[in-house]
């Protein structure tokens, strides 16, 4: 049996777990980044509750692909003493990799989860999943960390697994549920026809998608910004957008020196952590923004929307018309904040008679996909890539040879795609808000 993907594969899994599951207590626990599409399928077909359970697999120094153990919330640490022998393992080798991989569990915790605790666990069934089994030591680590939490029954869930690591795992889970298990595996991605790697950002928006909705008392007024009940977080607004209203998170300074729209990329949404991140750096610096989702949870079903560079581009120059709107955002300088397609999407709105945009700052970004409007660009613009990113650098340098605008082009050393290495996100967000923050004050100058 083949799985279409991962959201295929939580639907099968979770067709085996319902009438198996009978208490109405249960947790679901996803293993990120792979595990989370599938257990979010699997809780909402149970209507339980959804978390995410970070463990880091421990590599062999010289070769990290083969583990040797890993390493969870909690302190909870699992070592293979075998490979560890095999591969000639010291013990300051292990310390080293340990507390590495030990902070970047509490790292991806705080990501994942942001400001939100964690679900209890105690004297609950846990359901743990993940999308295959290979050596299952972060498996085994993550039925640990969640029987260390108090779970008082824990199930481990998993569309494929041959059948002597799900045999070892029955030692660490009360059971183990796979749908798939061949005698040769080779790898988990080959009973996937499509193995997308998932992002941070679908991670963060899965959990978010699973919460129990909000009450939010937002009044909306046709073609203006409104904010919700002032007794409500005061960032979220609506903002009307042609035939549909958008959400977003406004935060406006007191004495603001402009505003910078985040228009965020494919899989992406407003609760992107590394948008937020940016977001807070520009408003420590007097800058406001907008975090807005440029479609609505239904268009975002239909892939081709999220790559209909021209579509995001004229939702953008609406909610800019918006902005400029308000009254307490009037002569305010707007720049655009754009990663992966949303990038092309704030190029192309720039490019566009009568744009307001003073700045753009592309983290990552497809500014290839702008295309023919590159050379009509008005806005300043400023291209972030990182020296590991080969691909998107190569048309990021192509895409600057044809802009016609101030512009510059930095690349961050030993940085890939998401800028997830220690220190690049950090340099993203200083250059983003020096360039915002020159450019605006020429423009007000002006």
């Not at 939490?149 to 660490?172: K, N």
């Not at 977003?248 to 402009?258: F, S, T």
């Not at 590394?274 to 807070?280: D, G, I, L, T």
């Not at 002569?331 to 008679?353: D, H, N, R, V």
Request: hydrophobic share 45%; with cysteine; charged share 25%.
């Amino acid at each position: 049996m083949m799985f279409a993907d991962r959201h295929d594969a939580g639907i099968r899994l979770a067709e085996r777990l319902a009438g198996h599951i009978t208490d109405e207590n249960a947790v679901v626990l996803g293993l990120p980044r792979g595990g989370v599409p599938v257990a979010f399928e699997v809780a909402k077909a149970l209507g339980a509750p959804l978390d995410v359970i970070v463990v880091r697999k421990l590599g062999v120094p010289f070769q990290p692909e083969l583990g040797f153990g890993a390493v969870g919330e909690g302190g909870v640490r699992v070592i293979n003493t075998d490979v560890v022998r095999m591969a000639d393992v010291t013990q300051e080798e292990i310390s080293s990799v340990e507390s590495r991989e030990q902070a970047e569990v509490l790292r991806r915790v705080r990501r994942f989860r942001g400001d939100r605790a964690s679900v209890d666990l105690a004297d609950r069934t846990v359901i743990v999943v993940d999308d295959g089994i290979a050596t299952g030591s972060t498996a085994r680590a993550a039925c640990q960390v969640a029987r260390a939490r108090g779970a008082s029954r824990v199930i481990l869930a998993v569309p494929v697994g041959t059948p002597d690591t799900i045999a070892g795992l029955r030692e660490d889970a009360d059971e183990v549920i796979c749908l798939e298990t061949p005698t040769a595996l080779w790898a988990i991605g080959t009973w996937y026809n499509d193995f997308t790697q998932a992002s941070d950002e679908q991670v963060v928006e899965l959990l978010r998608r699973a919460m129990p909705p909000a009450t939010k008392g937002a009044a909306a007024g046709r073609g203006r910004v409104v904010k919700p009940d002032p007794t409500e977080p005061p960032d979220e607004v609506m903002v009307d957008a042609g035939p549909v209203r958008l959400t977003g998170q406004l935060v406006i300074p007191e004495g603001a020196a402009g505003v910078v729209v985040f228009v965020h990329g494919s899989g992406s949404s407003r609760h992107s952590p590394r948008n937020r991140y940016v977001a807070s750096v520009l408003n420590r610096a007097g800058l406001g923004t907008l975090l807005i989702d440029l479609l609505t949870t239904e268009e975002e079903y239909d892939r081709r929307n999220v790559f209909d560079i021209e579509l995001l581009a004229g939702r953008l120059a609406q909610v800019t018309n918006r902005l400029s709107d308000q009254p307490q955002l009037a002569g305010l300088p707007i720049g655009y904040f754009g990663a992966s397609t949303g990038a092309a999407a704030a190029l192309w709105a720039s490019a566009e008679q009568g744009s307001q945009a003073a700045a753009i700052v592309s983290r990552g970004g497809r500014a290839d996909l702008a295309g023919p409007r590159l050379p009509a660009v008005r806005a300043a613009t400023l291209l972030i890539v990182g020296d590991r990113d080969e691909l998107v650098l190569e048309l990021n340098q192509t895409a600057q040879e044809r802009l016609a605008c101030e512009n510059r082009l930095e690349i961050i050393p030993d940085a890939t795609h998401l800028f997830e290495e220690p220190g690049a996100l950090e340099t993203v967000a200083d250059l983003a808000r020096d360039w915002f923050a020159d450019h605006f004050s020429r423009t007000r100058v002006g």
